[in-house]
């Protein structure tokens, strides 16, 4: 508490004082104006930012590249003038009380900016003043480039040690974040996520209803096109000030903001198609007749060996590509929208709308359809059950700003997102649509229905969908009544709701799944809302002509709820579905709830504006600790040091623009799950003497000393300009450890309590290298070549489980020594086709007695290029192409084939290799034979944008004018058998197998872009 009381005296002798000398600070302010143009054309250059060094007083240029600032105090002052794309520029200025100074600035084209302005937890710095790397993604340039639709894509491959895991490739889907492994064994790994100053909801929660694994993500609320960039605090070192829950790194994004000037629109209208070019394997069935009896049946080589059956024929036909069987088509994708942004000095506004719709690759087959229409008696079918997977959104957006005096801004932030998904029946599921023909058979004796469990016409006829509505709000504001103090707070709402909805008609969908048949209705409901408070007050002042002092004090609010209503309904009169006709009928509520508060203090000294040395302490006080430790403190210590600038003055270091070194030391934390420090009782409905009576039962028995999950971080590396600003390199090395792990510890019958409770016994490890480089390779008048490579590598291990047995799940183990979720299954030890004849038998495969440790669940290892060309300053030509290694995948696809079905070309055709006979042969025991290594290549991007010459424009009133032609998804190429080694069906990080899932179709769109 003390920390709180330190904090709020603080806050209130600043406020007084500020308020106290606020009329006479005005007679002793003065304002500042100026210009800032183009050095090689002398035009002017519009958005660019100039700040007084120090302070957050700063103003964007108009169209004309004019700004004025107001509210500066008397004194001398160096301003910064900078622009996305252009080198910054440095004066200095005396101002007087009353009177107004005129600044110009002439700023020069650069191809990579070293130095950045980036957002932290304290405000604005930058880069120079940070011991830790923060990443910072242009996104508005990005899309700009090569357009993008969605998250998903705007982050993978972009930055070194962030990793987008894929789950699979339905219209909707997401993929879960990454950034420097893995911490956790118990929560989640995701990072946190502000938009505008406010934490949001991002996540990707379990479908309440089935569909077979993967699940859409939130983080896709966010569209692209409002985005004016982005910034990702890698790990603790960096993320201290963010508390508890930032362990896992924390990803900022601004929104565009209003320029001043007349007001400008723009439209933009993005149409395209998508296709599934996958080359998926065919089914197999070799007929025969059987020994003794010559009854048909199937007949597998290696039972023709043993004498078992005579192999007759061998028949093959593939599902997935035959024209009347085959679920797959050719999907849908558009995309609009239009943003406006001006207004003056005093009042600016940007306001954006879109509108998203997209088609997925799936339809009914026309031999269901005709099956449907025949069994149902009906001409027409309903269009959700053709076309069982669609995407529907509205974006709508309005950013404010206004100057409501000299010293006082305000920014509102108003986003609203309407989004619908239609779900289809996928992966691991009876009613899997993609499992429903590759699990088929050939056998000709089935042509009347060739499909494996539920045939597709059953498994379209259920309709699943999630919908959200969401509403995010901030209010963020700045003041600054002394040149040396700046006060900032954010407040703000993220405010979703959304359902899944599960929708199937009495005597349609499956036959073999329980009640569905008979009907089903379900609607769960839940609302998310996350409210954030975000205080803060910096105090900068020069110490000495060479020593300056910044201290800052800052305390945040957050509180996250979610409330639920589950109802389901099963057995329904024909053609009524709604909820109270259902004769079964089942419903619960659900609330979860954390609160968080945060206080903490940063001072940072900076020497010559080159050495900066920054110490820090966060504490926090959280719901969900246990009553023994009700707070938390995560101290923080960072250096920066610019060692060269131009070539330290040496001529044989001409060619070195600037050498940063920087190392940092933090600590963040996760939080335990809300009710896991608790003991509490559930409501059950229990039978006495023959009726039922409400009941409770001991739900969670608690632990009173639960800490939060506790990561400490070391990093250091260094960042190196050259060539004046042709390219720069980042080099990083980290080593994270986290300790109190939370862990599922197993309690003993005889306490005849609940069979587990969380504690904090373990101990997980990451440690990792991280490197990016940005370069102009040539640079002439009419063609540049631009190259940005990011590589990193980490090792991840579980250290200690405070002497519990390793954590076993479905094909995964936690396991001291290795990596968290690491992939195990008894495996294939050896196989010989020791008769010489062709065909490998029981008895010539050989299968580990236990599982055995297969590798990472997730890549240890990637590398990315994107390489760009620019003729003339129109056409552009753009690329992506990435590398993940050091994982492996279990082909589920090709075991199910193989060993439950025994449809695949291994285990019937004797002309397959002999590797693969002897997979096929020991997936019946040794289900590990099929682990494979799933590194891979995928080019992931290729774009082609033209920007329309201006004398062809004005004619017809538009200012701007692009095309830009993007193809996603164009190859892969790895050693792994199946068809995309990067899925996970289940979309977590435990129980990571890879199962009739849709890959990521190939996808061309076109987009035109008018400026007005």
């Not at 682990?931 to 920007?947: G, H, I, N, P």
Request: some cysteine.
């Amino acid at each position: 508490m003390r920390t709180c009381s330190l904090f709020a005296a603080i806050v209130t002798g600043v406020v007084a004082v500020s308020g106290a000398g606020a009329q006479a600070a005005t007679s002793r302010q003065g304002a500042i104006t100026g210009r800032v143009t183009d050095q090689s054309t002398g035009l002017p250059v519009p958005s660019a930012a100039v700040v007084v060094t120090g302070s957050t007083i700063g103003a964007l240029t108009n169209d004309s590249g004019v700004f004025t600032m107001r509210a500066v105090p008397a004194g001398t002052h160096q301003l910064r003038a900078s622009r996305v794309g252009y080198g910054p520029a440095v004066r200095t200025v005396a101002v007087t009380g009353g009177q107004s100074v005129t600044a110009d600035f002439i700023i020069n084209h650069v191809p990579f900016v070293l130095e950045e302005v980036v957002t932290t937890a304290t405000g604005e710095q930058r880069t120079r003043e940070l011991g830790n790397t923060v990443a910072k993604l242009d996104a508005a340039k990005l899309v700009e480039a090569a357009p993008i639709s969605n998250m998903q894509d705007l982050l993978n491959s972009r930055v070194a040690g962030v990793t987008l895991i894929q789950q699979n490739g339905n219209v909707g889907f997401g993929s879960r974040v990454r950034i420097r492994g893995l911490s956790s064994a118990s929560l989640s790994n995701d990072p946190l996520v502000y938009v505008d100053g406010i934490k949001v909801e991002t996540g990707s929660p379990d479908l309440t209803v089935f569909s077979g694994g993967g699940k859409p993500s939130f983080l896709n609320d966010i569209d692209p096109d409002e985005i004016e960039s982005m910034e990702i605090v890698k790990g603790p070192s960096a993320a201290t000030l963010y508390g508890t829950q930032a362990a896992n790194g924390v990803i900022r994004i601004t929104t565009k903001r209003a320029k001043p000037g007349r007001t400008q629109w723009m439209a933009f209208d993005e149409e395209g198609y998508s296709k599934d070019v996958t080359d998926y394997p065919g089914q197999y069935y070799s007929q025969g007749t059987a020994t003794g009896t010559g009854a048909t049946r199937q007949c597998l080589p290696w039972q023709q060996v043993a004498g078992q059956c005579t192999i007759t024929q061998l028949f093959s036909r593939n599902l997935l590509r035959d024209a009347n069987t085959t679920p797959l088509t050719s999907g849908y994708h558009g995309d609009r929208g239009i943003q406006i942004n001006g207004g003056s000095e005093q009042i600016r506004y940007f306001i954006s709308g879109g509108l998203d719709h997209e088609g997925g690759i799936l339809q009914m087959p026309k031999m269901e359809q005709d099956f449907l229409r025949q069994e149902r008696g009906v001409t027409v079918l309903p269009g959700e059950q053709l076309n069982p997977n669609e995407l529907k959104r509205i974006n709508l957006r309005s950013n404010l700003s206004a100057l409501l005096s000299n010293n006082v801004d305000l920014t509102l932030s108003s986003g609203y997102v309407n989004s619908e998904i239609r779900i289809p029946q996928t992966g691991d599921n009876t009613q899997g649509i993609l499992g429903a023909a590759l699990f088929g058979s050939a056998n000709p004796a089935k042509a009347a229905n060739p499909w494996g469990f539920a045939r597709p016409a059953e498994g379209f006829s259920e309709s699943i969908y999630r919908r959200d509505s969401r509403f995010t709000n901030s209010l963020q504001t700045n003041w600054h009544p002394w040149s040396f103090i700046t006060a900032r707070g954010t407040v703000g709402l993220d405010y979703l709701r959304y359902s899944d909805e599960a929708n199937n008609t009495s005597g349609q969908g499956c036959k073999i799944c329980g009640l569905n048949r008979q009907g089903l209705r379900t609607i769960n409901d839940y609302t998310s809302a996350k409210y954030t408070v975000d205080l803060g007050t910096t105090l900068t002042r020069q110490l000495t002509s060479r020593i300056e002092s910044k201290t800052s004090v800052g305390a945040q609010y957050i509180r996250d709820r979610l409330d639920g209503t589950l109802n389901t309904a099963n057995v329904f009169p024909p053609g009524i579905t709604r909820i109270d006709a259902g004769a079964i009928k089942t419903s619960g509520e659900r609330t979860i709830e954390t609160n968080t508060l945060g206080q903490y203090v940063e001072q940072q000294f900076g020497l010559d504006q080159r050495l900066y040395v920054t110490g820090a302490l966060r504490y926090d006080q959280n719901s969900a600790f246990g009553k023994q430790n009700r707070s938390a403190r995560y101290p923080k210590v960072s250096a920066s040091w610019v060692a060269l600038e131009n070539g330290g003055g040496m001529r044989y270091l001409r060619w070195l623009d600037e050498l940063r070194l920087r190392s940092a030391f933090g600590v963040s934390g996760q939080q335990p799950g809300p009710v896991d420090a608790l003991r509490y009782l559930s409501p059950i409905t229990s039978s006495v003497l023959g009726g039922d009576q409400p009941a409770v039962t001991l739900a969670g028995l608690g632990n009173e000393a639960l800490k939060p999950e506790r990561s400490q971080e070391f990093e250091t590396g260094f960042d190196a300009g050259f060539v004046h600003s042709r390219a720069n390199v980042q080099v990083t090395y980290y080593n994270k450890r986290t300790t109190d792990a939370l862990i599922q510890r197993v309690l003993p019958g005889s306490l005849g309590a609940t069979v587990s409770r969380i504690e904090n016994v373990g101990v997980v490890t990451n440690t990792g290298v991280e490197v990016s480089f940005n370069g102009r390779l040539i640079d002439l008048s009419n063609a540049a070549f631009d190259l940005n490579v990011e590589v990193s590598r980490n090792k991840n291990k579980l250290v200690d489980l405070g002497g519990l047995p390793p954590i076993t799940g479905f094909g995964y183990q936690n396991r001291v020594g290795y990596p968290l979720f690491g992939l195990w299954w008894p495996r294939m030890t050896s196989y010989s086709d020791a008769n010489k004849n062709g065909i490998i038998e029981p008895s010539e495969v050989q299968v580990s007695a236990d599982p055995q440790f297969g590798g990472s669940s997730v890549p240890t290892r990637t590398l990315s290029f994107t390489p760009t060309i620019t003729l003339y300053k129109r056409l552009t030509f753009s690329s992506l192409l990435d590398r993940r290694a050091g994982f492996v995948n279990l082909n589920a696809n090709e075991w199910f084939q193989c060993v439950p079905t025994q449809n695949c070309r291994a285990i019937n055709d004797p002309s397959a290799s002999l590797e693969d006979q002897a997979k096929a042969i020991a997936g019946g025991t040794g289900l590990g034979a099929y682990l494979e290594d799933a590194s891979f290549w995928k080019l992931r991007e290729l774009s082609m944008s033209y920007a329309i010459p201006e004398q062809y424009l004005g004619r017809a009133g538009v200012r701007s004018a692009s095309l830009r032609l993007t193809a996603r998804n164009l190859g892969i190429w790895s050693n792994f058998k199946s068809w995309d080694p990067e899925i996970a069906t289940q979309g977590n990080d435990a129980a990571v197998y890879n199962f009739v899932q849709l890959t990521p179709p190939r996808i061309w769109t076109l987009r035109m872009t008018l400026g007005f």
